[in-house]
């Protein structure tokens, strides 16, 4: 689990927790000086935070590999760390992959190729941004087809 994880269910069950302690127990018509409505409301407040923390990263706003590599402008042009790469992403995403003749192809949900990691020992700048686009997108760029 995730930082952002822990700290959501950390919340949530600080906020059930202040929010339970905070009610009383009057009985009849007797007044408590315990029930506080300031507590209430930040026990809800903490409740809603946690939720928000741990909903966000199970609804696919966590970012894949490839992206946190895309935004961090690092540069990988070895092939064998590419297709590493490559089957991270696909096993994050489901995306299925295949030797082709021209190299290790990825193909997404659907079946139709991504991308082709070529067989070379290492790739150059440009087709490199290509796959990382790729993969970190999903979107395929492919031209010719394939079978």
Partial sequence: MNFKKCTGIFLFLLGAFLLISSQSGMTGNTISTR???????????????????????EGGLEKNLAQEIKESGRIILETRKLKR?????????????????????????????????????TVSTGVYYNIIDVLATGKKTFRRKYS
Wanted: proline letters at 3%; hydrophobic letters at 45%; one cysteine or more.
């Fill in 35 to 57: 029930a506080s409505a300031l507590s209430s409301v930040f026990g809800l407040v903490l409740i809603a935070v946690g939720l928000g923390l741990m909903i966000s990263e």
């Fill in 85 to 121: 790469i490559a089957k991270r992403v696909a096993k994050e995403k489901g995306y299925s992959f295949r030797q082709v003749k021209e190299g290790y192809q990825i193909l997404g949900c659907d079946g139709k190729p991504l991308v082709v990691i070529p067989n070379h020992k």
